[in-house]
């Protein structure tokens, strides 16, 4: 069975550019998180889709984000326009619907932001 | 105050030797507690959980919760140069597939 995927794997763009991140969660898993780990600290929330849903988008950081995941399928993840502070490495992770409690990440997509 | 304190580390132990990595936290709502386990440019893999306080034990690993210190700790015994990783700590109010609040992280090296 796949496992979640990411890509890009590492994207360098410069400030003011967009970028798109997508994720493909596991196959049949309703439930796919976005976080953010910024370098020297904290693995960090984003959101939560449910499906097409967006669950909880409580730890987006500001509007030039903007999640989507199409068909409760795969998500995408777009940044515009880009800051410095938005580098990072941006995990997604996926659960089935009646979730054991354990999230499934992917290997991630490190952003530079220049 | 961090919600989630957690040595950075890094922390390095001879192979077969105890390790101990904690985590302190202040909010009294969590509930569920999990260790995650980084290997190297990987994400984060589900190493155990508790659900509130006592221990779990799996293999070498054991992991305790003391709720009224506000104190989480996880054990590996008989430690391996396979074990280097970095070990999460994270939390959840409600549901283990919730929002989670993670430490920093301890970087954990095992000399062969």
């Known amino acids: 069975e796949a496992g979640v995927t990411q890509f890009p794997s590492h994207s360098v763009i410069e400030k003011g550019q967009t970028v798109t991140l997508r994720c493909d969660p596991i196959?049949?898993?309703?439930?796919l998180y976005w976080y953010r780990r910024v370098m020297g600290k904290e693995i960090k929330f984003l959101l939560h889709f449910v499906k097409e849903s967006k669950q909880d988008e409580s730890g987006m950081p500001n509007n030039r984000f903007l999640a989507e995941r199409t068909g409760g399928t795969y998500s995408t993840l777009k940044v515009q326009p880009a800051e410095l502070e938005d580098s990072g490495v941006y995990f997604c992770?996926?659960?089935?619907?009646?979730?054991?409690?354990?999230?499934?990440f992917g290997e991630g997509s490190r952003l530079t932001v220049l | 105050q961090k919600e989630v304190e957690q040595d950075p580390g890094p922390l390095s132990v001879p192979e077969g030797a105890i390790v101990s990595l904690n985590c302190t936290y202040s909010n009294s709502a969590f509930q569920y507690f999990m260790w995650y386990r980084q290997y190297s440019r990987k994400g984060p893999e589900l190493l155990m959980y508790?659900?509130?306080?006592g221990n779990k034990e799996d293999g070498r690993f054991t992991a305790q919760v003391d709720k009224s210190s506000k104190y989480i700790s996880l054990f590996i015994r008989d430690s391996q140069p396979s074990d280097s990783a970095t070990y999460l700590c994270?939390?959840?109010?409600?549901?283990?597939?919730?929002?989670?609040?993670f430490g920093k992280g301890t970087r954990l090296h095992i000399l062969p």
């Open positions: 994270a939390m959840t109010p409600r549901n283990r597939d919730d929002k989670i609040i």
């Open positions: 992770a996926s659960s089935p619907q009646r979730s054991t409690g354990e999230l499934f």
């Open positions: 196959s049949g898993h309703d439930n």
């Open positions: 508790t659900y509130s306080s």
